[in-house]
């Protein structure tokens, strides 16, 4: 199940990307259509918060990579970040978080097609809280 923090950024980046002026502009839309898409947003993010669909975990990631190339993606991935969180706020935020949604959705996905203990999504299990 996606973190309270997850779902409410997901809640938060919807509303500001809608009343953004890029969505204002490229995306026209008149209230009430608005209203149904942030009211289905909503049913959908409290179903998967009360849900058994796993979600990633960033404690359970562990990078495999030597130390110089980490450091200097991360750096690069910081530079497009920060400058995306200045310029374009609502559309970083949207994208950050509905993709870490999207991908807790297709990782469960997957573990249902290919089974529980499918070696492959073993790094991207979460931590059993329950």
Avoid: C
């Avoid at 995306?27 to 990633?56: C, D, N, Q």
């Amino acid at each position: 199940m996606p973190s309270l923090l997850s779902a409410a950024l997901a809640a938060v980046s919807a509303n500001l990307f809608l009343a953004s002026p890029f969505g204002e502009n490229y995306l026209p839309l008149t209230s009430e259509i608005k209203a149904i898409i942030l009211t289905s947003l909503m049913i959908t993010l409290g179903y998967f918060m009360v849900s058994r669909w796993k979600f990633p975990s960033s404690k359970a990631l562990h990078f495999r990579v030597p130390s110089f190339q980490l450091v200097f993606v991360t750096v690069i991935l910081a530079i497009f970040v920060f400058y995306g969180i200045l310029y374009f706020f609502s559309i970083m935020l949207t994208i950050l978080t509905w993709g870490y949604i999207l991908l807790g959705w297709t990782l469960s996905i997957i573990r249902l097609i290919a089974g529980k203990k499918s070696k492959t999504l073993e790094d991207f299990e979460p931590d059993q809280e329950e």
